[in-house]
C-alpha cells in the first residue's frame, strides 16, 4: 500500500522567516506552497519550488483567502466569482515558478480558514473548482476526506486527493475538531502513528466522541514548523516505512 506525506510550506515573508522547510522536505512526499496571500512572496515561492525540485518532492499550489495580517485563519465572506478569481490569480502565479523550474504542479490545497469553509460550504466549494477548471492544468485538488469538495470534484472528474491529519483530532462530522478545543491536537507521534495506521489500513478514525468513522488516507498532513514537529514527522515517516506502506506522491499516473 502508498501513501503520501504533505506540509505546508514556503510560508515566510519577506525578512521574517517562518518554519523549516529545508529539513521538513527530507521527510514529506509533497509540499503545498504559500501563494502570497496569507505568507509566502515571489522570492519565496520561487525558492520553494526549487528546493522541492532539487528533494524530489512534488509541488502542490496553497492558496488563502486574502488575508495576510491574520495568515489567512480567519474567516471571509466573499462571492463565488471572487473565489473563482482567487483561484486563477494565486495558482496561476505558483504555476509560473514551476514552469520557470521546469516542475509539474500536482495539485492545489487550500489554506487555514478558506480551507475549512469551502470543505463544508457547497458554492464556495464548487465556485472554488470553478477556478481550478478555468486554469486548465489538470491538477488535482486535495481536500479533506469525505468533504463536499471532495464530493463535488469527483462529479467533475476532477482529480482528488483525499487528506487526512496526523496531528489533528477529528469530529464525529469527519470534520477538523478547533484549535481553540480540546482534543484538537494530537502530540505524541507513537499515537499519530497508530491513527494513520487505522486511517490507511482500514480506512477508519476515532473521533472525539469516541465514535469510529470512515475516512480516505492518500495524504497525510504534517507540519513542520519547529524542531519537535520536524522530528514528529521524521518518526511518523519511519514507523509508516516500518510498518510496510511506501511513502511516495502522485507522480506516474497515480491519480
Keep these: 500500500m502508498r501513501v503520501d506525506m504533505n506540509s505546508d510550506l514556503g510560508e515566510s515573508y519577506g525578512v521574517y522567516t517562518l518554519g523549516l522547510d529545508q529539513e521538513v522536505l527530507s521527510h514529506v512526499t509533497s509540499a503545498n506552497v504559500a501563494c502570497g496571500w496569507h505568507a509566502g512572496d515571489p522570492l519565496i515561492m520561487e ?103 471532495v464530493q463535488q470534484a469527483k462529479e467533475r472528474q476532477i482529480p482528488v486527493i483525499q487528506e487526512v491529519f496526523a496531528d489533528r483530532g477529528y469530529t464525529a462530522k469527519g470534520t477538523l475538531v478547533p484549535r481553540s478545543e480540546p482534543g484538537a491536537f494530537v502530540r505524541d507521534p507513537q499515537e499519530a502513528l497508530v491513527r494513520i495506521l487505522q486511517m490507511v489500513n482500514e480506512g477508519t478514525v476515532v473521533a472525539n466522541t469516541g465514535e469510529t ?34 511513502v511516495t506522491n502522485f507522480g506516474g499516473g497515480r491519480l
Design 47 to 149: 525558492r520553494t519550488v526549487q528546493l522541492c525540485k532539487a528533494k524530489g518532492v512534488a509541488v502542490g499550489a496553497h492558496p488563502s483567502y486574502p488575508d495576510l495580517l491574520g495568515f489567512g485563519r480567519r474567516n471571509m465572506t466573499i462571492t463565488a466569482d471572487e473565489a473563482k478569481a482567487y483561484m486563477l490569480y494565486q495558482v496561476g502565479a505558483l504555476k509560473a515558478f514551476c514552469q520557470a523550474a521546469d516542475v509539474p504542479l500536482q495539485h492545489v490545497k487550500l489554506h487555514g480558514a478558506f480551507y475549512n469553509t469551502a470543505c463544508v460550504d457547497p458554492k464556495l466549494a464548487s465556485a472554488v473548482l470553478d477556478g481550478i477548471e478555468a486554469l486548465g492544468y489538470g491538477v488535482a485538488i486535495m481536500a479533506l476526506s469525505g468533504s463536499v469538495m
Design 213 to 246: 468513522i470512515p475516512i480516505v488516507a492518500d495524504s497525510i498532513c504534517v507540519h513542520g514548523d519547529n524542531p519537535e514537529a520536524v522530528a514528529f514527522t521524521k518518526a511518523l515517516r519511519e514507523g509508516l516505512v516500518g510498518a510496510g506502506l511506501e
